[in-house]
């Protein structure tokens, strides 16, 4: 990959706000292998060694993939547009994020619930 290609990736990803949520997928996956852990201690030797910049180079990749250089450049220009604002809107992203909480803890709790009933 170019620089050039690089730096639109890059930037795709921060103006999208796909960066944003990437990381927050992260930290909830995270929060929910810790749940019911006895030993927190493991959890934060694992997030010292988590390197966000590792997934950008891994998602940049991808989008080298499947968009152009003139392709990345019209998708930034969206995500800066005032409907492009819109979709990536934090209010929206938020929801969004509390809709994906609420259904990691309803799993969770019928996880629980199932090995109660096994054992």
Do not use: W
């Not at 940049?60 to 819109?86: H, P, R």
């Not at 609420?102 to 009933?117: A, R, Y």
């Amino acid at each position: 990959m170019t620089p050039k290609k690089r730096y639109f990736c890059e930037l795709f990803l921060k103006t999208s706000k796909y960066f944003d949520s990437i990381k927050n997928m992260i930290d909830l996956n995270f929060k929910l292998l810790e749940t019911g852990h006895t030993d927190s201690n493991y959890f934060e030797e694992i997030k010292k060694k988590y390197d966000i910049n590792e997934y950008n180079n891994r998602i940049a990749t991808v989008i080298d993939k499947y968009f152009s250089e003139e392709e990345l450049d019209k998708l930034i220009k969206f995500f800066l547009s005032d409907l492009g604002q819109k979709l990536s809107n934090k209010s929206i992203n938020k929801d969004l994020n509390m809709v994906f909480k609420k259904m990691i803890s309803e799993t969770e709790e019928q996880l629980k619930k199932h090995e109660k009933e096994r054992n």
